[in-house]
């Protein structure tokens, strides 16, 4: 099997596998008790909440422990929109992950925010101009992905966060399918709240963080006990945080040279795939886009059904967003973009992980042509 569906999720780490054993085996105790276990695994919380603000540039007081990138984006859009003193107007984009835009809904539904959208171009691209344009005096929050998880187009965010940042608007962005492929210094970018997932990483199911800048005023989603200075409630996935931190390093340290060579790879099974199969489209920027995303629409066939053909020869990878998969709705990424819906449907994504190899990749490209090849021959009979 050619798992080519890592932005959906990644296999576990060896090293984190070890780490997290040792965690739930050793130190197994509730970081809020008062006693010698509870203390030790206080303080293994806090070296993996320093391990990530080494690698975010923040202070550790700034990363807030979640359950994954949606509680992440749920945090941050919500509690930022909720604790802000400046009015109830948020900018966002119609191409998010659902985690941030059924978050803007809810504040539309249930608290009145009306929600602005900058409109994507046919890469997926926006643009800071029309962001100056659309800032009001009571703008409350923006929140811009930094890298698409159905397209992999990537953002200019360090131009979208400056236009923010001279207007003294909070501006947050969904990372998650960024981290291990573009830098995360939140200083560098200029923005104020980021989200991650562990399990895009390398790490375990069930973890993600996310960055608050320091003095920023956030209502919390989970009240209780008061864990996470005040930010989520509720008993600290410690053997998660331990496996976030390493993963998270790892990539870090691993990322330039994993970036360049898996770019490398993309863009040869792009080349591949688009000289091999006539009527395939690459979506998403030809260029700034993540190292390992590749994703094309594939016109008088149908996405899922060239998805079965592709694993039927060994290939697995998606039609888009795990969280939509089943649907029989197009892909509101693409149709954003101006994909008619019919051809939205014939969407299929292939994503790398750093440990992909060249012969997989290339093992791929040649199965795709005879997987829509042999689609096509169907729906024509």
């Known amino acids: 099997m050619v798992y080519l569906d890592n932005a959906a999720t990644t296999p576990v780490r060896r090293e984190v596998l070890d780490a997290l054993w040792l965690q739930l ?9 008062h006693h010698q276990v509870g203390e030790a695994a206080a303080a293994t919380l806090q070296e993996a909440r320093k391990t990530v603000a080494a690698v975010l540039g923040c202070r550790a007081t700034e990363v807030v422990f979640t359950s994954g990138g949606t509680e992440a984006d749920n945090l941050a859009v919500k509690g930022i929109a909720l604790g802000s ?8 984009t119609p191409i998010e992950h659902e985690a941030v835009l059924e978050s803007c809904d809810y504040l539309r539904r249930l608290h009145g925010f009306e929600i602005s959208m900058l409109d994507p171009d046919a890469s997926g691209l926006v643009d800071p101009e029309q962001l100056r344009r659309l800032l009001r005096p009571e703008t409350t929050l923006v929140s811009v992905q930094y890298a698409n998880n159905e397209v992999g187009t990537v953002q200019p965010l360090r131009d979208l966060a400056a236009v923010t940042v001279a207007a003294g608007v909070p501006f947050h962005t ?9 830098t995360l210094d939140t200083r560098e970018l200029g923005v104020d709240a980021l989200s991650l997932s562990g399990h ?6 069930g973890i993600g963080a996310v960055y608050l800048r320091r003095r920023l005023p956030v209502e919390p989603l989970v009240h209780g006990g008061g864990q996470e200075r005040g930010h989520r409630s509720g008993t600290e996935n410690v053997a998660g945080a331990v496996a976030l931190a390493l993963a998270l390093r790892l990539a870090e340290e691993e990322r330039e040279g994993a970036s360049e060579r898996v770019a490398g790879l993309r863009d040869a099974f792009i080349a591949t795939v688009l000289t091999g199969t006539a009527t395939a489209r690459l979506t998403g920027h030809p260029s700034a886009r993540l190292p390992g995303s590749a994703s094309f629409v594939f016109p008088g066939t149908s996405g899922e059904a060239v998805l079965l053909e592709l694993e039927q020869h060994g290939i697995v990878c998606s039609s888009g967003s795990a969280c939509a998969a089943g649907s029989d709705e197009p892909s509101h990424v693409l149709t954003a973009m101006g994909f008619p819906a019919e051809e939205a449907l014939t969407a299929v994504r292939f ?10 990749a290339g093992h791929a490209a040649a199965v795709v042509h005879d997987a829509v090849a042999a689609v096509q021959y169907l729906g024509h009979r």
């Open 351 to 360: 994503t790398f992980a750093s440990g992909t190899t060249a012969a997989e």
């Open 25 to 33: 085996t050793r130190g197994f105790g509730n970081p809020s008790s």
């Open 174 to 182: 969904d990372a998650v399918q960024a981290a291990g492929w573009l």
């Open 200 to 205: 895009k990483l390398g790490a375990s199911q």
């Open 85 to 92: 003193p400046r009015g109830r107007h948020i900018i966002t």
